[in-house]
């Protein structure tokens, strides 16, 4: 690990206090041109003073804006602090978790997986039009039906096609000669640019797709591609369950990945993190935005520094190896589930290394799966799939209950 490490609470305070000290300082400081604030004292408790082992309070007062990308160009000075912390979380991700050079990539926090997913799309689209001419109805997204909907949102809003490639019930793989014909049938409809989503597991299933698959048949077929990693959900889990993972930076077909923090880190909403290699995220470059030091090179505009700040004080507070741990407790009670369903005989999908366990509907009652809180695949009769993802408060004490109720519904 070149980046990551575990600090001290201590040490967590201090260099927070430290990063704050490059943030503005509304009560102190008259920076006369800026429309924001730190969060109003009428409304919101701001005793900083009382917030000392409170890190991310305080730095939801100070209130720091991140706008723009900050590992490309130039930054707004005023909020360098957080800004700097959001540097570091990137390389911790970029190069730590996902195996990337150091220093050959861009990345900032997006406000959820969405928006980092349509950043790539948008990038690619962008990058197929200016460096190949391509026209719009040239460039097709290509994914698996399983994907998920923040993919077609993306293509209805850049205005390309998007086309699913079907997977086989049971094991959720891509059906390669799908695939195959996928390529062939858009290429003889004209398309001739192929943006790939690859999914780092699913939200149905957590199944992982082989990126590696879809750049087998787009090079045998001569198309020039991008592939980005929707790793959404299982950015946070894969890359430690799997020490053979070939899902990251280190893969040369892999372009750019999404991860959210605010999803399996447990971070709050508004911590989706896109990464993407060096040159690239100069195609989304918004050159209008002149009074933004450094302009913008992302989808949202204002963004919560504090967000950044969360989601550095999780990965420094647990380090690598106590998020290891944390992974593998989840990965523990997901096997017990899986060996109750096994000795009972209950159909089930479940990727090896994920915490996602997605039952036939036919074993489950609807009232056993609205008892429980499970997801249906689809909220209308012709759904065929349950699934339970074993997250920090899904423990073996929550499951037992619930398998007792299928032994009855099962007998
Ligand atoms: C695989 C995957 N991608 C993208 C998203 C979208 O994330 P968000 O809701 O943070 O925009 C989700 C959300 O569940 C997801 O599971």
């Known amino acids: ?31 006369l041109g800026f429309p924001v604030s730190k969060l109003d004292p009428n409304v919101f408790f701001n005793n900083i003073a009382n917030l000392g082992d409170a890190p991310l309070l305080r730095s939801y007062i100070a209130n720091p804006n991140n706008i723009g990308c900050h590992t490309y160009g130039t ?7 957080a800004q700097d912390l959001e540097k570091e979380v990137i390389d911790v991700l970029a190069a730590d978790i996902f195996k990337a050079e150091v220093g050959t990539y861009d990345g900032y926090i997006a406000t959820g997986g969405t928006e980092a997913n349509i950043q790539a799309l948008w990038i690619y689209r962008n990058l197929f039009m200016k ?22 949102k993306g293509s209805n809003l850049l205005q390309i096609d998007a086309v699913t490639i ?20 858009q290429k003889e409809k004209g398309k001739k640019y192929f943006i790939v989503v690859s999914n780092m597991a699913t939200t149905m299933f957590g199944s992982v ?16 591609f991008k592939i980005h990693i929707d790793g959404a959900f299982g950015g946070f889990i894969y890359p430690f369950s799997n020490d053979n993972s070939t899902v990251n930076f280190a893969n040369p077909n892999i372009s750019s990945i999404t ?43 204002s963004r919560s520094g504090a967000n950044a700040i969360a989601v550095w004080l999780i990965l420094f507070k647990y380090g690598p ?31 090896p290394f994920m915490n996602i366990v997605t039952i036939k509907s036919e074993f489950i009652s609807n009232h056993i799966a609205h008892k429980y809180g499970l997801v249906p695949a689809t909220h209308d009769e012709t759904n065929k799939w349950q699934k339970i993802v074993v997250m920090d408060h899904v423990e073996i004490d929550d499951l037992a209950p619930f398998i007792k109720d299928l032994d009855s519904f099962n007998s």
């Not at 094991?171 to 390529?183: G, K, T």
């Not at 190896?321 to 005989?345: M, P, S, V, Y």
């Open 166 to 185: 079907p997977v086989d019930f049971d094991s959720r793989i891509i059906v390669e000669s799908d695939l195959e014909n996928v390529i062939i049938q």
């Open 259 to 301: 991860i959210d923090a605010h999803k399996m880190l447990q971070a709050p909403y508004g911590t989706g993190v896109f990464l993407c290699r060096k040159g690239l995220i100069k195609n989304t470059l918004t050159k209008e935005a002149k009074y933004v030091e450094g302009l913008d090179l992302t989808l949202v505009g």
């Open 321 to 351: 190896n106590g998020w290891f741990e944390k992974i593998n407790t989840l990965l523990l009670r997901t096997h017990w589930l899986c060996k109750q369903l096994d000795a009972k005989g209950i159909q089930y999908f479940r990727d």
């Open 1 to 31: 690990m070149k980046f990551w490490k575990k600090y001290s609470t201590k040490i967590i305070n201090k260099k927070i206090d430290d990063a704050l000290k490059h943030v503005i300082d509304f009560e102190n400081n008259k920076w």
């Open 75 to 81: 930054s707004e000075e005023a909020f360098k602090g």
């Open 131 to 152: 460096e190949s001419k391509a026209k719009a109805d040239e460039i097709v997204i290509l994914s698996s039906e399983d994907t998920h909907y923040s993919i077609p």
């Open 209 to 224: 797709d082989n990126p590696d698959v879809y750049a087998h048949y787009l090079n045998k077929h001569d198309c020039p």
